[in-house]
C-alpha cells in the first residue's frame, strides 16, 4: 500500500468537489441518458459559440499569432496583450483605476483560488495560523478542501428572509460577523455558487470597510459576475477597489476547456500570486487569453455577455422556476431567489432523511443534483438547515430541465407523503 505524506493524505482523500466530478463521470458511463443538474457546466449559446469559432480560425490562420498561440511560453504574468487589452476595457467601462500590472493569469479560477488562499491563511512563521473569512454560507464547494493546513475557513450562519411565492433570500449577518487578528482575508462568490445569491452594494461596502479596518483584502469571486460573463439578474453595481481581489473566469463564457482564469488586483498581490502561480504551473495557457483579448479589442466580450449570456440564463432561470413552483406546490419546500448564476437552490425544511439521502434517490431514479450540506464549511456548530438544501442546474436544454424538475418534485412529493 502506498504511504502518502500528509499533503497527500489531504489532496487524494474525499472530497465534494472531487465526488461531484467523480459521480458525473459515473452517471454518463452507466447511465448516458441521466438528467445532468449537478455540475456547473454552461449551456451552448448558438450565436456565442458561432462567434468563438470565427475569432479562433482567424487566429490560427494567422501564421504569427498561430506560433504565439503554440510554441511560446507566456510571462509568469499571462499574456500581456490579454492584460492591456482587459484593463483598458475595465478603466473605460468602470472608471476603475487598473493597469495590466494589476492583472495576472491562472490556469483556471480554482487553481488562483488554491494560490490566493495559501498566500493569505494557514500557518505563519512565527507559529499563528490564519483563517479566510467566509461572510456567510452556502459558499463554493471547490473552496472547501483547497487549503494547505485545517481550518483554513470560518463563516456563520446567514440571516434568511422569508419572501412571498415559495422564495427566500440569504444575507450576510453582520451582527455574527467578526474579523480578528487570525483572519487572513474575506471571500464571497457574487454572484454566489450555489444558491444564485447576489450580495448587495450595501454589503458588499460593509464588508470592504470591515476587510479595510481589519487590514486584510477582500476577495470576490466574480466566475458569474460582472464584468463577464454577466449571468446576474439583478440590479447590481460592479465593485473593485485597491483592497479589492476579483477573481474573474472564461469558464461561464462557455469556454470552460480552456482554463482561464483571471485576477484582478493591487500591484503588490499580483506580483506575489504570479510568482507563486509561476512556481507551481510554470506558466499559463495561450489560447483562451488570446481569444479573450480579441474579443475585447472590439467590444465583442463585454457586449456578448450584456447582450446574450446575461439573457440567456436569466430567461432559462424563469422558465425552471415557474416549473418547479408548480411541482412544488403544497410542499414546505423553498427556493433561493435566483439573481445570477445557473442554479436553484432548495429548502427542503423537515424534509425526512435528509437531502443527503435524497440525492442517492434521485441518482437511482436518473436525475444528478448536488446535496447541500458540503456548501456549508467553516460553521462552529452543527445545524439541520445544511441537510435540507439541494443545488440544481438549469444550464441544460429546457426539455431536459423540465424532465429532472419533474422528477425532483415527484420525489419531494413522495418523501413528505404528499
Not at 121 to 126: K, L, N, Q, V
Not at 143 to 151: A, K, N, T
Not at 171 to 199: E, H, I, K, M, Y
Not at 226 to 242: L, S
Request: some cysteine.
Amino acid at each position: 500500500m502506498v504511504k502518502l505524506s500528509a499533503f497527500g493524505e489531504r489532496f487524494a482523500g474525499p472530497s465534494g468537489i472531487v465526488d461531484l466530478m467523480d459521480d458525473l463521470d459515473h452517471a454518463l458511463r452507466l447511465r448516458p441518458d441521466t438528467v445532468l443538474m449537478g455540475g456547473g457546466n454552461p449551456a451552448r449559446i448558438p450565436a456565442v459559440d458561432e462567434l468563438y469559432r470565427e475569432r479562433l480560425i482567424r487566429l490560427i490562420d494567422d501564421p504569427q499569432r498561430c506560433e504565439e498561440l503554440l510554441g511560446v511560453y507566456q510571462v509568469p504574468r499571462g499574456d500581456a496583450r490579454f492584460r492591456e487589452a482587459l484593463a483598458a476595457s475595465l478603466r473605460a467601462e468602470y472608471d476603475w483605476d487598473v493597469g495590466p500590472e494589476n492583472i495576472a493569469v491562472s490556469n483556471g479560477s480554482q487553481p488562483a483560488f488554491f494560490v490566493l488562499f495559501n498566500l493569505f491563511a494557514g500557518r505563519s512563521d512565527d507559529g499563528s495560523a490564519r483563517h479566510i473569512q467566509l461572510p456567510l454560507v452556502p459558499e463554493y464547494v471547490g473552496y472547501r478542501e483547497i487549503g494547505l493546513d485545517d481550518g483554513m475557513f470560518r463563516s456563520q450562519r446567514p440571516s434568511i428572509e422569508l419572501l412571498p411565492d415559495q422564495l427566500f433570500k440569504y444575507g450576510v449577518d453582520f451582527s455574527r460577523l467578526r474579523l480578528d487578528g487570525q483572519t487572513g482575508a474575506v471571500c464571497v462568490s457574487r454572484p454566489t455558487n450555489p444558491t444564485g445569491n447576489v450580495l448587495t452594494s450595501a454589503e458588499i461596502a460593509q464588508l470592504d470597510a470591515l476587510a479595510r479596518q481589519a487590514g486584510v483584502p477582500l476577495i470576490i469571486d466574480g466566475a458569474y459576475g460582472t464584468p463577464f460573463p454577466q449571468m446576474i439578474f439583478a440590479p447590481t453595481q460592479p465593485f473593485w477597489n485597491d483592497n479589492t481581489v476579483l477573481v474573474l473566469s472564461l469558464s461561464k463564457l462557455g469556454l470552460p476547456g480552456l482554463r482561464t482564469g483571471v485576477v484582478v488586483a493591487s500591484e503588490e498581490i499580483i506580483r506575489a500570486f504570479a510568482r507563486a502561480n509561476t512556481l507551481l504551473g510554470l506558466a499559463c495557457g495561450t489560447l483562451g487569453p488570446a481569444l479573450a483579448a480579441d474579443l475585447l479589442a472590439d467590444g465583442s466580450l463585454f457586449r456578448l455577455s450584456r447582450e446574450h449570456i446575461g439573457p440567456f440564463y436569466a430567461a432559462k432561470a424563469e422558465r425552471a422556476l415557474d416549473t418547479l413552483r408548480q411541482g412544488l406546490k403544497g410542499l414546505p419546500v423553498r427556493i433561493h431567489r435566483p439573481e445570477g448564476a445557473m442554479f436553484l437552490w432548495l429548502w427542503c425544511e423537515g424534509l425526512p432523511g435528509g437531502t443527503t439521502a435524497l440525492y442517492e434517490r434521485l441518482k437511482q431514479r436518473g436525475v444528478l443534483v448536488v446535496p447541500g450540506a458540503s456548501f456549508f464549511m467553516g460553521l462552529d456548530a452543527p445545524w439541520p438547515h445544511t441537510d435540507e438544501c439541494l443545488r440544481l442546474s438549469y444550464a441544460q436544454p429546457d426539455e431536459v430541465v423540465a424532465k429532472g424538475l419533474g422528477i425532483i418534485a415527484a420525489e419531494l412529493r413522495r418523501n413528505y407523503g404528499g
